[in-house]
């Protein structure tokens, strides 16, 4: 008798929680994540794979974004929106620009997807800066707190309003309002 645990699954998709200040969403996270692990492994070259199953003479059973992430077509939609531009698309929820991925489907119906690798890196670079200073932050008010039993919001302050956290901040509050807020069920 064969046993279907965790441990034994092959394919387990990682979640990493931090990328939710990018894309504004876990769906799009998930996709994002996997979307930066097919362009690896694809030499960090543009890449094809299909929304969902279908008849097209390349597409491989298990090999679609919808079977391989559990996502339903809806969801899969949704999650790339929030974080890629389509070109020849005249309605886009983000710009170009802006976009961490790019993609298009050719005139054989292959989608193929492109990483704005500068950009991810920056946005992730920021974002690590800034729960570092959030954690640097906090363990300098505690310190300072616990020494002389009084709190410095001036050096928080500073922290506060560096250049880099400033820029992330305006960057995830514009895709804020382009993506809009999460609703709860």
Not at 26 to 32: C, D, G, N, P
Not at 60 to 83: P, V
Request: overall charge positive; proline content about 2%.
């Amino acid at each position: 008798m064969k046993k279907d645990t965790i441990k034994n699954r092959v394919n387990i998709i990682p979640y990493r929680p931090e990328l939710n200040k990018i894309t504004g969403s876990i769906t799009a996270s998930i996709l994002l994540n996997q979307i930066i692990y097919w362009w690896n492994k694809s030499g960090k070259r543009k890449f094809y794979k299909f929304t969902e199953p279908c008849g097209h003479k390349l597409y491989k059973k298990g090999d679609s974004w919808c079977e391989e992430l559990g996502f339903t077509k809806r969801q899969f939609n949704t999650a790339i929106k929030k974080i890629a531009f389509k070109r020849g698309k005249t309605k886009n929820l983000i710009k170009k620009e802006d976009a961490i991925v790019e993609y298009y489907t050719n005139s054989e119906r292959l989608t193929y997807y492109i990483v704005k690798v500068d950009l991810f890196n920056t946005l992730l670079k920021n974002i690590s800066q800034i729960y570092s200073e959030k954690e640097s932050t906090l363990l300098t008010k505690t310190t300072t707190e616990n020494t002389t039993g009084e709190s410095h919001s001036k050096d928080d302050n500073i922290l506060a309003t560096s250049k880099k956290k400033q820029k992330l901040l305006t960057l995830i509050s514009k895709r804020k309002k382009i993506l809009g807020t999460p609703k709860r069920r």
